[in-house]
């Protein structure tokens, strides 16, 4: 009798173990969030410039900038996907790179470019707090509409023009 009383609490032990085991489990939520998100073209000195919605093949580096809720330490994540490249499969990460942030950063500046120049098509941009995803957007690189400004150099001397007389 003392078996079958002994089986019976196992039994019911070990149904409410697997009821337990079953269910979901709470989703991870970062200590830290994301405020803010942009993409901006370069400013000219390798830094982010305004935030931009539009870019062209040329505008190399394309750059990433994450505003943080909060100054805590944290490991902030970005993954550069191809959506809709022409030649390059979707789902291709064209760049990964991760940032932790120390003590007071709440700012994390990233910046993504290809050797040359970029591949007209649709990208997003994937980010992620200590592993966990907590933003994606998407982006669209067209051809270029006019070539960027080329460096002049200083305009030959006429093998014509004599010396300037002051009058």
């Known amino acids: 009798m003392l078996y079958v009383g002994t089986l019976k609490l196992f039994a019911v032990l070990f149904v409410s173990c697997a009821c337990v085991f079953a269910q979901e489990a709470d989703p991870i939520v970062p200590k830290v969030n994301v405020s803010e998100i942009y993409l ?6 390798g830094k982010a410039g305004e935030a931009a919605t539009a870019f062209e093949t040329t505008d190399v580096p394309i750059h990433c900038v994450i505003q943080l809720d909060s100054a805590e330490s944290v490991t902030v994540k970005m993954q550069l996907v191809a959506v809709n490249v022409p030649g390059v499969k979707p789902g291709t ?13 709440d700012r994390v500046n990233f910046s993504g470019r290809p050797q040359g120049q970029w591949v007209a098509g649709n990208y997003r941009f994937d980010i992620y707090i200590d ?7 998407e982006f669209a690189v ?10 002049n150099k200083p305009a030959e001397k006429s093998r014509l023009a004599g010396p300037v007389k002051k009058v």
């Open 40 to 45: 901006a073209k370069d400013d000219g000195t």
């Open 93 to 105: 990460k064209v760049v990964a790179t991760s940032y932790t942030t120390k003590d007071l950063q």
């Open 131 to 137: 592993n966990v995803q907590v933003a994606t957007r």
């Open 142 to 151: 067209q051809k270029a509409t006019q070539a960027k400004p080329s460096v």
